[in-house]
């Protein structure tokens, strides 16, 4: 089955450390977002990938980093120096000409 | 920069009743425009979208949307909501670039 696979479902972590969250589709899609939601904020886009080895801040990239070596792969890590960084983070893919972004299941990730 | 608007962040009605959810957007060129919807515990999945031809259009569910560019507009509608469709609801827009910008989302909560 195609799709998009995010893992885990949950991550906890202690604040001051980097954590790296999945993100895999096996869509052929060239496209890659990750967004943040927020309770009364909706989503947020954080990066986004139109191709491999090439990636852009989207509205709130600080705090975060990005890696695009693989076509399918797009791991989005959260560093110590994100504010607020408990959050539920959605990652998404669009193919070539497609106007609809495709979404996978979502990382609640915890920092105490 | 674009931005979407949704009218009520929560609304709370009975089932078989109307619901209709206001959507509007900041954006003078062509946009694609969408629907989303998160059940409790689940992913968030698309219900319509619009990219061009009749303004009028019909989703998964029995949801409709209507597109009034003279109003930058894109209401949901559903004609009687049942207590499934409990859930947040996010209007989206996309640019020719295909980023997508959220609304804050608005909470539905259908009693019995």
């Known amino acids: 089955d195609g799709g998009i696979t995010q893992s885990p479902k949950y991550l906890f972590r202690k604040e001051g450390q980097n954590v790296t969250l999945s993100c895999e589709q096996n869509?052929?899609?060239?496209?890659m977002y990750w967004y943040r939601q927020d309770p009364g904020q909706g989503l947020r886009l954080i990066y986004y990938s139109q191709i491999v080895n090439d990636f852009q801040k989207g509205d709130i990239a600080e705090g975060y980093s990005v890696s695009r070596e693989k076509k399918e792969s797009f791991p989005l890590t959260v560093t110590s120096a994100q504010k607020n960084p408990t959050a539920f983070y959605l990652c998404a893919s669009r193919g070539t000409g497609d106007r609809e972004q495709y979404f996978g299941p979502g990382t609640r990730l915890t920092v105490t | 920069a674009q931005s979407v608007s949704q009218h009520n962040h929560h609304v709370i009605l009975s089932e078989a009743a109307s619901l209709e959810l206001g959507c509007n957007y900041s954006y003078g060129g062509t946009v694609n425009l969408f629907w989303y919807v998160q059940y409790p515990g689940q992913h968030l999945q698309l219900l319509l979208k619009?990219?061009?031809?009749?303004?009028l259009v019909k989703g998964i569910k029995g949801f409709e949307a209507e597109f009034i560019k003279s109003k930058f507009s894109f209401n949901l509608r559903k004609p009687s909501v049942q207590w499934s469709d409990t859930a947040e609801y996010f209007c989206?827009?996309?640019?020719?670039?295909?980023?997508?910008?959220f609304g804050a989302g608005t909470q539905v909560v259908v009693t019995p």
């Open positions: 619009y990219f061009s031809g009749d303004p």
């Open positions: 869509l052929n899609h060239d496209a």
């Open positions: 989206a827009v996309t640019d020719s670039w295909g980023k997508l910008q």
